[in-house]
């Protein structure tokens, strides 16, 4: 059972509620993790302005590539809330069922591009950070560049927030991910 609040626009830290606005424009609502989080303002400005650059220009990944890193980093990190967001999120995105199913399931996907992102981001995760030359190689192969490799980091980082801030606060899950709930292997 958690001992943190999941706060609302009307009961979060007032320096919390402009990043609680944005959620709240981005998602439509705000999840319960930010509501959580937001118990420290340092926290949810960290992760709000991270998560602007890491969906922000278009410029790096597609929407889909994006949820594939994050999905696989909350697999990774074992965290339950966040498995059943991204999975809601993932498939919304267009990532493919059976793609989603073998994230969840600790394994890669097929497709080749998602299977390299969802390789790195779970070496970086697992080797805290340390890719050796053949896993950034792998990476660069399946048709990426050096730029998308350091912005796998910052997605990382971003996961990394939210995963671990679910194992503390351990939020509840919102009725529309009920469906996607998972537990850990």
């Known amino acids: 059972m958690s001992n943190f609040p999941v706060h609302t626009l009307n009961s979060a830290p007032d320096a919390s509620k402009p990043a609680l606005e944005g959620l709240q424009s981005a998602f439509g609502?705000?999840?319960?993790?930010?509501?959580?989080?937001?118990?420290?303002?340092?926290?949810?400005?960290?992760?709000?302005?991270?998560?602007?650059?890491?969906?922000?220009?278009?410029?790096?990944?597609s929407e889909p590539q994006i949820e594939t890193v994050l999905l696989t980093d909350a697999v990774t990190n074992g965290c339950t809330w966040a498995v059943a967001f991204h999975t809601f999120l993932a498939l919304k995105k267009g990532v493919a069922l059976s793609e989603v199913q073998a994230i969840r399931d600790g394994d890669l996907p097929q497709d080749a591009k998602l299977q390299a992102l969802s390789r790195v981001a779970k070496t970086l995760i697992e080797k805290r950070g340390r890719l050796s030359a053949h896993d950034k190689?792998?990476?660069?192969?399946?048709?990426f560049g050096p730029n998308q490799l350091l912005e796998v980091v910052a997605i990382v980082a971003a996961s990394t927030i939210t995963n671990y801030t679910g194992s503390v606060t351990q939020p509840p899950l919102e009725p529309d991910f009920q469906a996607h709930a998972w537990t850990a292997y």
């Open 29 to 61: 609502f705000i999840p319960n993790i930010a509501g959580a989080m937001s118990t420290s303002s340092v926290l949810i400005n960290s992760l709000v302005a991270l998560f602007h650059q890491v969906h922000g220009d278009g410029k790096g990944f």
């Open 137 to 143: 190689d792998v990476f660069l192969q399946a048709g």
